[in-house]
Structure formats: structure tokens, C-alpha cells
């Protein structure tokens, strides 16, 4: 069995110190003690590392490895900040989307593509994956290569995995890029990336890496850095595993009809495109809808009812599963029409509205609470539930029910509240 075979199968125990005899510790137990012991309130961050060291070395990281990985670190401050204010979350919709789907990385983007054209069609063949999709995702994550990060991963995953909204998944993937580092599959060195932990041209987070990464030209090493065929294969592979439907778009621009019920505009609604075009959608100009009529797909309206409005598909998910953000999704899906010579957004974005601070956020999900719609964690991330508690909120106060936070809304709600 393989070092990392090792890792991910065995159950990690601890031998109570009582008597030689004493019945073993197990394995969720073991990593319950060290998680309470992480989770110590005033824990300094080099304590902090030590008990993750231990902790590792019980699931099988090699003591030397730990201490390469961890020699010097320190506190980046600048991370916790950046997690806190990710783009796909802190700006507008459209705005996000206008750089992610610039003239520039359309050009470029084109370009690439022509440039590595035997390369895709050998990769869509195997893998059934859309080069325009892929070149997408390489173009948003590090502007095909060019910015990859200059961040020790080590440093950046032991910050979150220390402090912030996400110390579990900085854990699991700190774990990870040590286990990446005890198999040979790179060197400390190699590992430097974003802030978030991703790595190479398309952004592998380590889990992802150790899951999906491909050895495309069978030189035995996984290279996200410098391989384009290494990178581009395990984007495929990631994608196709992820559910990727071979011939089939992400989604399509559609316009709803005026007197449409807004509240099914949610993720979690599935219908087929004709029972979607039997309540009043259509196709934009230059769709054909009626072609999709047996796929299956949810509308997002992710400006409100007064802006654009989207079937996604499959796809949409499988995009998804690369970086749980809808703003990040429906970017990847219009960048990829673009390239594949789409039309720009037909839909009119409501530029009018102010977004949010993230402290009006929170203050928003406060209000939701006060008020009896349960909005889940107070986080300032406007995800699923909060969504579905405006829903909730504007059905009760004669609304269109879009699930669409505004600064109107914001201002309604603290009226609410008040009386």
C-alpha cells in the first residue's frame, strides 16, 4: 500500500495512558480531542501549530515533512481580510461580470485557444469537456497563467485554518497540502498560489489536486504550473467528474413574462425547458429554446426581477462544484459563450442599485431574525437561506418575491423592525 493510501485509509488511535491494556480511542474521537484542543480560546498561532503538527503526524504525515512545511510561518493578517471580501461576494452582479468578461480576456482568451488547438481537441475528445469552458476558467483564475499567485499555500491554509469563517475547510486542505508534500508530489517551494489555497493555472485547491489532478503527458508529475496539458486535462477531468454533460451548454438568457411568480426563481426548482416555456419564458434574440425543450433546468434571476434572467442547466452545477459561487458560475458560463463567438448579456442590469457593506449585510441578516425570517448564519454572505428569508419577507409585504437585497430593502426592513 502507498503512503497515500495509507493516509486516507487508516483510523488514527490513541492508547489511553492508564494501562498497557485499555481500549483504543476511535478514530472521530482521537480527531474530536485534537479539534477541541485547536479550538482553544487564546491559543496563539505558533501553539496553535504544534497541535496541528501532532495531529498530523497521527494521520500519517512524516514529522520532517511538517517541519519543512511549518518552518517560519507566520500570521497573514492580509488573508482573513481577503476572505472577507472575495469579489464574487463584496461587488455587484454585473460588475463582476464586466471584468470577468472584459474585451481583454476575450481577446486573449481567443488567442489561446488558436494557439493550443491540437492540444483541446485531444482534451475534449478524452474528457468531453468544452475547451471554451476551459479556457474560461484558466482565463478567470489566473489570466492564462500569468497570475498565479504569490502565496505560500502552507502559510495561507494554516492562517484560515487558524482564524476566520472557515477553519475547517482551511484544515481539510492544510491536511491535504501536507499529504501533496509527503507523496513527492511537489515541492515546498512549488506550492505558492492565492490567498484561498489554489494553485497552478486553473486554481486546484489541494483536496481538488489530490482528487482530480491528471498526469497528462505521463512524465509522473501532476504539474499545474507549467503544464498546459497536465492543467488543462485535470480541469476536464474535474468537470466531467462533476457531472459535465458532453454537447450541452451551462444555460441560456431567457426573458420571463410580466405577471411571472418570482419565487420560483431558486436553484432547488427543477423543470424541464417546456414546462418552463409553458409558464410564459422565452428565448432571447438569437436562442433557440425550444431545442432544449427535454433538458432540465432552474431559472436565476440574479439581479432581481427587473434584471437579466437565465435556465441553467447541469452544467451551471457541474461549474458549481469548482467554486460554489453563483456570481463565478454564471461568469465562467458567459466568458465560455463569448468565446465560442455568444452574444454579450441582452438583459438590462439594474447599475441604479448600491450593493451592500458587509456590515449592512449582517445587518440585514440581523433584521431577517428579528423580524421571523430565519436567514441561517449571520455571516454577511447573501447564500441560499438568506435569499429564501427575503423571499419570505417580500411575499409578506406585497413584493415581487425575488430574493434580491438592495439598499430599498434594506431600508424597509430596519423600518419594519422599528415599528
Known sequence: MSRLAAIFTSLFVFACAATPNAPAQSAS?????????????????????????DYAIAKGIQPQVIDIAFAGLTLDESIITSDEKQPEFERQIWEYLNGAASNYRIQKGNEKLAQNESLFDAIEKRYGVSRHTITAIWGLESSFGAVMGDKGIFRSLATLAYRGRRTAFGREQLFAALTILNEGYASKDQMVGSWAGGMGMTQF????????????????????????????????????????????????????????????ADKTIVKSVSQWRALGISAVQGTNLEADNNRIASLLIPAGYTGP???????????????????YALAIGHLSDRLSGGNAIQGVWP??????????????QDL?????????????????????????????????????????????????ASN
Open 351 to 364: 447599475v441604479n442599485e448600491k450593493g451592500l457593506s458587509r456590515d449592512q449585510r449582517m445587518e440585514l
Open 205 to 264: 485547491i489541494p483536496s481538488t489536486y489530490l482528487g482530480y489532478a491528471v498526469d497528462y503527458d505521463k512524465d509522473g508529475k501532476k504539474n499545474l504550473w507549467k503544464n498546459l496539458g497536465d492543467a488543462f486535462a485535470s480541469t476536464a477531468n474535474y468537470l466531467s467528474e462533476s457531472g459535465w454533460r458532453e454537447g450541452e451548454t451551462w444555460g441560456r438568457e431567457v426573458v420571463l413574462p410580466s405577471d411571472f411568480d418570482y419565487s420560483l
Open 29 to 53: 474521537t482521537a480527531t474530536d480531542a485534537y479539534t477541541a484542543r485547536m479550538d482553544q480560546e487564546g491559543l496563539s498561532f505558533a501553539d496553535w501549530l504544534t497541535v496541528y503538527r
Open 309 to 327: 434572467a437565465f435556465l441553467i442547466y447541469p452544467n451551471f452545477q457541474a461549474i458549481l462544484r469548482y467554486n460554489n459561487s453563483t456570481a
Open 368 to 416: 431577517l431574525t428579528y423580524l421571523g425570517y430565519d436567514p441561517g448564519i449571520v455571516d454577511g454572505i447573501i447564500g441560499a437561506n438568506t435569499r429564501r428569508a427575503v423571499r419570505l419577507y417580500q411575499e409578506d409585504n406585497n413584493q415581487p418575491a425575488d430574493g434580491f437585497v438592495t439598499q430599498s430593502l434594506l431600508e424597509q426592513m430596519r423600518t419594519s
